[in-house]
Structure formats: structure tokens, C-alpha cells
């Protein structure tokens, strides 16, 4: 006998009726775990989206920070720089009068610290 030309449905309590109404549940069931793994993945993707913009946030408030504190560190040096200036300037050039050499030989006889060193530790 020939089942495939049976045109009568498995009736509801019979094996193939159970079975039936397995594979549709399981068909089902893998249908509704599929949407639920899209879903799943895109909201993922939104996420590591938002991740990508955050850290491209952070990389730019990085970049300003970087840029500002490069330019005060730059003021600072030319502020250095100018007061380096200012003291050269302002110390004798030439030679030294008599009166300052005589000092200077005074200080050294008596053994004068001419260069203070750096307090040691």
C-alpha cells in the first residue's frame, strides 16, 4: 500500500498525529529562536554603535585636553624663556671693575661659598 496518495490527515492521537504536531512545534520553536538571535545581534550592534561614538568622544575631549595642556605648557616655557632673558640682561657684561675683583678675592680667602650647592639629601 501506497501512503503518499492517502489523502486523509493523521488523525490527532495516533503516532503520527503526535509527531506531527512535534515537528510543527519544533519548526515553530526554531522559527521563534531565530527572530530572537536577530533581534539579539542587533541590539548588539546598537550597542557597540553607541560604544564606537562614545570612544570617539572620549578620543576628541582627549585631543582638546592634549591641545590645551600643550599650549600651557608652551606659555610656560616662553614665560621662562623671556625671564632668562631678562636676567641676562640685567647682569654686568665685560669685565669686572677693580672694586669687584677685590671683592671676589676677598670672598675666596676667606673661603666664601661663591656657588651655594643644592641642599643634599
Given at each position: 500500500m501506497n501512503h503518499a496518495l492517502n489523502d486523509n490527515p493523521a488523525a490527532p492521537g495516533t503516532a503520527c498525529g503526535r509527531l506531527a504536531r512535534l515537528v510543527r512545534l519544533g519548526v515553530f520553536a526554531c522559527a521563534l529562536a531565530a527572530t530572537g538571535a536577530g533581534a539579539l545581534a542587533q541590539d548588539q550592534d546598537r550597542n557597540r554603535r553607541s560604544d564606537?561614538?562614545?570612544?570617539?568622544?572620549?578620543?576628541?575631549?582627549?585631543?582638546?585636553?592634549?591641545?590645551?595642556?600643550?599650549?600651557?605648557?608652551?606659555?610656560?616655557?616662553?614665560?621662562?624663556?623671556?625671564?632668562?632673558?631678562?636676567?641676562?640682561e640685567e647682569r654686568p657684561r665685560g669685565r669686572l671693575s677693580p672694586d669687584e675683583r677685590r671683592d671676589l678675592r676677598r670672598q675666596i680667602k676667606e673661603g666664601a661659598d661663591l656657588y651655594p650647592s643644592s641642599r643634599r639629601r
Open positions: 564606537d561614538a562614545q570612544a570617539r568622544e572620549r578620543y576628541e575631549m582627549q585631543a582638546q585636553r592634549d591641545a590645551r595642556a600643550f599650549e600651557v605648557r608652551e606659555q610656560g616655557r616662553r614665560n621662562a624663556e623671556v625671564q632668562q632673558d631678562a636676567v641676562r
